[in-house]
C-alpha cells in the first residue's frame, strides 16, 4: 500500500500498467529482502533458539517480512 500510494504520487500520468510494472519490482520479496540485509535489518530482531538452529537469522524470506513489517510501522507512525 505504501508503495503503490507513493508510485502514484510520483507518477500522476503513468498507465496502470507501467505503475504495477513498477510496483512489481519494488515490492518482491527478493528486492525487499535485498534492502533489508543491505540495512543489516535481521541483527535487530531476536530469533528463538529453534529459529537460529534453522538459520533464520540468514533467511530472505524472513529479512523481506522484517522490511516489510518496518515501512509498515513507520507508515502508521509517521503517515
Known sequence: LVIASELFRRFPKAAEGELSSRLHALAS????????QGLD????VLFGSQAIGDGGRHSDNIA?????ALIG???LDLG
Not at 29 to 36: K, P, S
Not at 41 to 44: I, Q, R, T, V
Request: a negative charge; aromatic letters at 4%.
Open 41 to 44: 535489518l535481521n541483527a535487530h
Open 64 to 68: 523481506a517480512d522484517v522490511l516489510e
Open 73 to 75: 510501522a513507520l507508515w
Open 29 to 36: 520479496g527478493e528486492t525487499c529482502a535485498r534492502i533489508a
